[in-house]
């Protein structure tokens, strides 16, 4: 059976590192390598973040849920991870995943967060409707033996190097 | 989140320990503005070291780009020491080395 877990917090900047620390803890069942534990890390602060600081114009009922599930293979297994905001939303998703796109360059930020996202995941992928939220779906393999292009990838850049 | 700063020299050593987040780096920024504001006279470089960070996500390169904006005031270079592989690779992926190198 696929194990689930499903958290409601507040958009509040304090528990940013509550929930990336949950969904590494969540994900532990799968023995990640310390890397893949310190990518999801990194990759559901990013998402987390941006509902905090870019999904709610108003101060009531600021909410984030994050929904994750674990597969578990005879070789490794697979982590499902989405996170869900009830905020403004996104005009254009594909702009605003493009590196260093940012609407608020004043608070010294990057516009590197859903490009954190896409690199340090195996997949990635945003949904958004104005007015009504927005939900960023990841998924990352964990503990497999690398595919046979990974392999061919890793060696040409061995002999690049 | 803590910040030091340690005179060497000429080379001013700002090292940055714990969890810097989107959270903590209004703190972070004025902590480490505050240091180097004491110390920029008679400084020849910055150097960053990240040694002591356990987590660190897309905040830490606009950390870093506000921190070097400034000390480009004073015509002071500014770099990174002692990555580990995940702020290594988030750094990368900036591009960042290219104005702030990694020593």
């Not at chain 1, 254009?92 to 796109?101: G, I, K, S, Y």
């Not at chain 2, 988030?90 to 104005?99: E, H, V």
Request: some cysteine; proline content about 2%; overall charge negative.
């Amino acid at each position: 059976m696929k194990n689930y877990i499903k958290l409601e917090l507040a958009a509040l900047g304090e528990n940013e590192g509550f929930a990336r620390n949950a969904v590494a803890a969540f994900a532990l069942s799968l023995n990640p390598s310390l890397n893949e534990l310190s990518d999801i890390k990194t990759a559901v602060s990013e998402a987390v973040t941006n509902c905090i600081v870019h999904a709610y114009s108003h101060e009531k009922g600021k909410k984030i849920v994050i929904e994750c599930e674990v597969e578990r293979f005879d070789e490794g297994g697979e982590l499902h991870i989405r996170i869900t905001d009830f905020g403004v939303g996104i005009e254009d998703v594909e702009r605003a995943t493009m590196p260093f796109f940012t609407t608020l360059p004043e608070g010294e930020r990057s516009g590197m967060g859903f490009t954190i996202m896409q690199t340090f995941m195996d997949d990635f992928c945003v949904e958004s409707k104005m007015g009504e939220g927005t939900t960023v779906r990841m998924r990352k393999r964990i503990g497999c033996l690398p595919t046979q292009e990974e392999l061919k990838a890793c060696e040409k850049e061995r002999v690049n190097a | 989140m803590r910040i030091c700063a340690e005179k060497r020299g000429e080379t001013l050593y700002i090292s940055v320990s714990g969890e810097l987040d989107e959270h903590n780096a209004a703190r972070a920024r004025m902590e480490a503005d505050k240091l180097a504001e004491n110390c920029v006279g008679k400084t020849v470089r910055a150097v960053f070291d990240l040694g002591s960070i356990s987590f660190m996500d897309s905040t830490g390169i606009g950390f870093l780009i506000g921190r070097y904006k400034r000390f480009a005031r004073f015509g002071i270079p500014m770099y990174v020491t002692n990555l580990n592989t995940t702020t290594d690779k988030i750094l990368q992926m900036s591009g960042i080395y290219t104005i702030i190198p990694k020593i």
